[in-house]
């Protein structure tokens, strides 16, 4: 077995984890592949002396990895789908970072983590991802995304008219800033900052949230994931932004845009007495009464 291990060079994802991983699988015939610029970050910041080998790429990971530890917060795990891909390589996430609603894992408990992974005793939360149709050539391969996709104004310039539809049925005209199509794994970002509801990751859903809408009758509204978006954008400018999670393009007001859910999923690691209630619990604090 190999493991991979991503992480983004930074003060938080200090040795300690990567030398507790190591210790833990020396003995169990398993391999770790390693980030190459976070191994380079370790050997030059830290003096890390621990001999391992790299990946840099999509291909390096897939031919060699059965499965990718995730050492950071949710952005680090929004990067992981761009190396495993249609691959289905399980991601194991573990917040090293802030808020963690995708790194469930803390990084108090990642030896334990890491154990009962390779005692097989986990399940895969499928994600499902959303697919950019149109404007492919702006993200590469990479035309899909986890959390959500949006399109934007571009700079602080004058607001959008975003006509939707929805498998070619007129929805309405968005005159806003721009508009997010969340999946439900993706309700708990930018669509909530936004005023758009909370979905479980299970609902099959599409959620249509508006940025600083014009009109402010206009709320978000809640689709079935079947269904295909596509939009027609104008404005005063004749070019926009688009985003598929953290990843941004500029396209041009001709270009044609369709948005559908992809035909694969993002396979999350989780374990027992995991679950996304008790995630929201936490992270959202319900139930804490800070006036005490």
């Given at each position: 077995m190999t493991i991979a291990v991503y992480a983004r060079s930074t003060k938080d994802n200090h040795p300690l984890y990567l030398e507790k991983i190591s210790a833990l699988v020396k003995d169990k015939n398993v391999e770790l592949i390693v980030f190459k610029p976070y191994y380079e970050f370790l050997q030059k910041n830290y003096g890390f002396k621990l001999s391992l080998n790299t990946f840099s790429n999509t291909e390096q990971l897939v031919s060699k990895a059965n499965c990718v530890v995730c050492l950071g917060g949710d952005g680090t795990m929004l990067e992981t789908l761009a190396f495993v891909r249609r691959s289905g390589i399980p991601v194991l996430g573990v917040n090293t970072g802030r808020l963690g609603f995708l790194a469930s894992v803390s990084k108090d408990d990642i030896e334990k983590s890491v154990a009962l992974f390779l005692d097989k005793k986990f399940s895969l939360d499928k994600r499902e991802l959303l697919e950019l149709v149109g404007g492919e050539d702006f993200f590469e391969e990479v035309n899909y995304a986890l959390n959500e996709f949006t399109i934007h104004k571009k700079d602080s310039s004058a607001m959008i008219n975003i006509d939707t539809?929805?498998?070619g049925v007129f929805l309405n005209s968005y005159f806003a800033d721009g508009l997010i199509i969340s999946t439900p794994t993706g309700s708990t970002a930018y669509s909530l900052s936004c005023g758009?509801?909370?979905?479980?990751?299970?609902s099959e859903n599409f959620i249509i949230t508006p940025i600083a809408p014009h009109n402010l009758n206009v709320r978000p509204i809640v689709i079935s994931n079947n269904k295909t978006l596509s939009f027609?954008?104008?404005?005063?400018?004749?070019?926009?932004n688009i985003a598929l999670d953290?990843?941004?393009?500029?396209?041009?007001?001709?270009?044609?845009?369709?948005?559908?859910k992809a035909d694969f999923s993002?396979?999350?690691?989780?374990?027992?007495?995991?679950?996304?209630?008790e995630t929201l619990r936490n992270k959202l604090l319900w139930g804490i009464d800070k006036r005490h």
């Amino acid at each position: 077995m190999t493991i991979a291990v991503y992480a983004r060079s930074t003060k938080d994802n200090h040795p300690l984890y990567l030398e507790k991983i190591s210790a833990l699988v020396k003995d169990k015939n398993v391999e770790l592949i390693v980030f190459k610029p976070y191994y380079e970050f370790l050997q030059k910041n830290y003096g890390f002396k621990l001999s391992l080998n790299t990946f840099s790429n999509t291909e390096q990971l897939v031919s060699k990895a059965n499965c990718v530890v995730c050492l950071g917060g949710d952005g680090t795990m929004l990067e992981t789908l761009a190396f495993v891909r249609r691959s289905g390589i399980p991601v194991l996430g573990v917040n090293t970072g802030r808020l963690g609603f995708l790194a469930s894992v803390s990084k108090d408990d990642i030896e334990k983590s890491v154990a009962l992974f390779l005692d097989k005793k986990f399940s895969l939360d499928k994600r499902e991802l959303l697919e950019l149709v149109g404007g492919e050539d702006f993200f590469e391969e990479v035309n899909y995304a986890l959390n959500e996709f949006t399109i934007h104004k571009k700079d602080s310039s004058a607001m959008i008219n975003i006509d939707t539809y929805v498998d070619g049925v007129f929805l309405n005209s968005y005159f806003a800033d721009g508009l997010i199509i969340s999946t439900p794994t993706g309700s708990t970002a930018y669509s909530l900052s936004c005023g758009g509801p909370i979905m479980i990751p299970d609902s099959e859903n599409f959620i249509i949230t508006p940025i600083a809408p014009h009109n402010l009758n206009v709320r978000p509204i809640v689709i079935s994931n079947n269904k295909t978006l596509s939009f027609k954008i104008s404005g005063r400018y004749d070019s926009f932004n688009i985003a598929l999670d953290s990843r941004s393009a500029q396209v041009n007001s001709i270009t044609e845009i369709k948005v559908k859910k992809a035909d694969f999923s993002f396979n999350m690691v989780t374990f027992e007495g995991q679950h996304f209630f008790e995630t929201l619990r936490n992270k959202l604090l319900w139930g804490i009464d800070k006036r005490h």
